[in-house]
């Protein structure tokens, strides 16, 4: 039986994103992680789960793709929710960086609009296969909160935070309340496929959450 890796750091090198990297674990025991061939396996599973029919994604293709064995893969993933879920972290890092330097409202809307323009292509498609593995794999989507969801609300929280203290924020109420009504709404009508969804209803969105009552 495999023992779980519950660490939630993705085995990258994130130093040179904006985001800030996901908190330092302690080593596992035997060979180290190869930042290539870990890289190689995330991009792979990204790959293969952005497919247009990617319900058959496999560890094998995983594999297959990244030049890694699956006993590796195994022995950094407990299994391919994890897997999937930190591939999509990593990809969504590079592609739709939310910075917490400069001005917080101006940060937000042009993440939340990048964001929307990803949805709409191949990281939508990840982002279903991610949720569906999680859902068939262990019937809820901790996996999913804990790798990935957590660690980007967060984030977000940190920004929204700043933008209250600077004034540039109206709103009084909970800068992590405030996130979850801009990209809980986001998500909520992208994976329900909600007409509506677009760049001018993002703005929207996000000017009446942060000068609301």
């Not at 992208?190 to 000068?211: A, C, D, K, Q, Y």
Request: glycine share 6%.
């Amino acid at each position: 039986m495999k023992k779980a890796n519950t660490s939630r750091e993705i085995p990258v090198d994130t130093a040179s994103e904006v985001d800030q990297p996901l908190e330092k674990t302690a080593p596992t025991r035997g060979r180290p992680r190869s930042e290539a061939a870990a890289a190689s396996v995330l991009n792979a599973a990204y790959a293969c789960a952005a497919q247009e029919d990617a319900r058959n994604v496999t560890i094998e293709a995983i594999a297959k793709a990244s030049g890694v064995s699956k006993v590796t893969i195994y022995r950094w993933w407990e299994d391919k929710q994890a897997l999937l879920t930190d591939a999509f972290l990593w990809h969504i890092q590079r592609q739709v960086p939310l910075s917490e330097s400069g001005d917080p409202i101006r940060a937000i809307h042009r993440h939340a609009v990048l964001y929307l323009s990803q949805l709409n292509g191949e990281m939508g498609r990840v982002l279903r296969v991610v949720l569906a593995e999680c859902l068939t794999k262990s019937g809820d989507t901790s996996v999913f909160c804990e790798r990935y969801l957590n660690h980007r609300r967060e984030l977000g929280g940190r920004v929204i935070a700043a933008g209250q203290r600077s004034g540039a924020i109206p709103s009084k109420r909970s800068p992590f309340l405030l996130y979850d009504q801009i990209y809980g709404t986001i998500f909520y009508r992208f994976v329900f496929g909600f007409p509506g969804l677009n760049t001018r209803f993002v703005r929207e969105l996000i000017e009446h959450t942060f000068h609301g009552p």
